[in-house]
Each structure stands twice: as structure tokens, then as C-alpha cells.
């Protein structure tokens, strides 16, 4: 079993800054991709970012420029980085992990709120 506990979330004016982060625990698994979703209310959850094992990222359209996926692997932890925010970046998000533990399954993590106030 794989654990993911997100934490970094809260209520920030735009044009500010928060750091997501999500952790994952549990038995022996391989990381295939780490990624961050986000759901508005009456929306879909809609992937925001994405880093693939080998390292490359990828970004919606709306959050390029302002946004960073990282990661440290040595602590199975993938970050987000959001600065500029603005008042459409709120929802709750979400991390999800791909991983390879008796075969590839997604895990996701519990949410976390990000509200941003004009």
C-alpha cells in the first residue's frame, strides 16, 4: 500500500504564493510519474502539472510561467510551486502518484483548498 499526505494549501490574495506539497509512504514501490490535479467547484479535476520519472514536465496552458513541478525523489515528495496566483487557480488540488507496485496503480492524495481572494 502506498500513502500520500498532501500538505501546503490555505487562503492567499492574488498575486501571491503557495508551495504544495505531497509525500508518499508505504511498502517498497517505483515512481513512475508524480502529478497535480485541481477540481473547482461545478468543474472536472483537470491535471495541472506532471513530472515523469525521467524528469521531463509538463504544464496546463493557464499555469505555465507562474507554476513549478518538483520534486526530491530521496524523500518520495513532489512540490508545486504557484506564484501569481490568481483568483481562477482555486480549488481543491490534489496530488496523484503512478507507481509500480505489483503492477502500475494510481494513488492519490486526500486534497488540500487553495483559495485565492481578489
Known amino acids: 500500500q502506498v500513502q500520500l499526505v498532501e500538505s501546503g494549501g490555505g487562503l492567499v490574495q492574488a498575486g501571491g504564493s503557495l508551495r504544495l506539497s505531497c509525500a508518499a509512504s508505504g511498502s517498497r514501490f517505483s515512481i513512475n510519474a508524480m502529478g497535480w490535479y485541481r477540481q473547482a467547484p461545478g468543474n472536472q479535476r483537470e491535471l495541472v502539472a506532471l513530472i515523469k520519472s525521467g524528469g521531463s514536465t509538463n504544464y496546463v496552458d493557464s499555469v505555465k510561467g507562474r507554476f513549478t513541478i518538483s520534486r526530491e525523489s530521496a524523500k518520495n515528495t513532489v512540490y508545486l510551486q504557484m506564484n501569481s496566483l490568481k483568483p481562477e487557480d482555486t480549488g481543491v488540488y490534489y496530488c496523484?502518484?503512478?507507481?509500480?507496485?505489483?503492477?502500475?496503480?494510481?494513488?492519490w492524495g486526500q486534497g488540500t483548498q487553495v483559495t485565492v481572494s481578489s
Open positions: 496523484k502518484f503512478v507507481v509500480t507496485y505489483f503492477g502500475e496503480h494510481d494513488y
